[in-house]
């Protein structure tokens, strides 16, 4: 005789009597995973999987155990339905998921779950004590940081490979290495990149895109390299001169060349130029 279901609880009766629901289930599969015994997790999860198929927790642990035994393809369809049916909330299926994905979809996970992680933070009021939950939390976000870093440093490295020209590579592996905090490095980097297409005539198809460009600025502000981030921008304005955010940086590069000179009559006007693209 097969176990009975009680469709309305969704408990189950065993034909010894014994009845249990998914909350009991997943209790057991716990245990088995503490114990590393997958194959028995598996079963079980199985069966609580079919007593409620859109259990997000059991989605999640059946695919936890599907890791473990190698099952990739299966772990990956129940995460990704688990993300489906409750995209907004639990890091940890996106973090599954980034580990079963490759490149770009490995980072759109991997950036999904550590924005959950950092609103879960942030949102904790509690010190960061060391062995803490909060503490814990941190750790699980410097982590995914890093392996996002690991796979954009991997991916530029193929592209390299196969379009050594493509400038705009060079400018993703110098912010790269700017959130290395290897200044050097990324300003080696952003030579290059501006080295394949800064003397091509306008409209060439290798020069970057205008939105590629404004992130150049911005790196090239962040480090402190003015007068080659204003000649780009001067460049940008001639192709559009009404985007709020060229201006902007227009602005902020006169704010801070400003600020680092050590001539007073410069140091006076580049507050005053910096004034007039921020009016």
Not at 204 to 224: A, D, M, Q, T
Not at 257 to 264: A, P, W
């Amino acid at each position: 005789m097969q176990d009975i279901i009680d469709t309305k609880s969704n408990n189950v009766t065993t034909n010894n009597g014994v009845s249990y629901n998914v909350s009991d289930l997943l209790t057991k599969i716990s245990s088995l995973i503490d114990t590393c015994d997958y194959q028995l997790a598996f079963q079980f999860a199985k069966r609580a999987l079919s007593m409620e198929q859109d259990n997000v927790q059991v989605l999640e642990i059946l695919g936890m155990v599907e890791i473990e035994l190698g099952m990739f393809d299966e772990a990956r369809e129940h995460f990704s339905k688990a993300i489906s049916i409750n995209p907004d909330q639990g890091y940890s299926k996106y973090m599954y998921m980034g580990q079963l994905s490759e490149s770009l979809d490995a980072i759109s996970c991997f950036q999904k779950g550590v924005d959950l992680m950092i609103s879960e933070y942030t949102s904790t009021a509690t010190k960061i004590d060391e062995g803490s939950d909060k503490h814990q939390l941190a750790r699980k976000i410097s982590s995914a940081l890093c392996s996002m870093t690991e796979i954009y440093l991997t991916d530029c490295c193929k592209a390299l490979e196969i379009d050594p020209l493509n400038p705009e590579v060079y400018q993703l592996l110098a912010s790269v290495r700017l959130s290395q905090q290897r200044n050097d490095d990324a300003k080696i980097n952003l030579e290059k990149s501006l080295n394949l297409w800064i003397n091509l005539d306008p409209g060439h198809s290798s020069i970057p895109s205008y939105e590629s460009r404004i992130s150049l600025v911005k790196l090239l502000i962040e480090l402190s390299q003015y007068t080659q981030a204003l000649n780009i921008l001067e460049l940008l304005q001639k192709e559009d001169d009404e985007i709020l955010e060229l201006w902007y940086l227009y602005g902020w590069c006169y704010f801070l060349m400003g600020q680092d000179s050590q001539n007073e009559q410069d140091h006076l006007t580049h507050f005053d130029d910096a004034h007039e693209n921020m009016r």
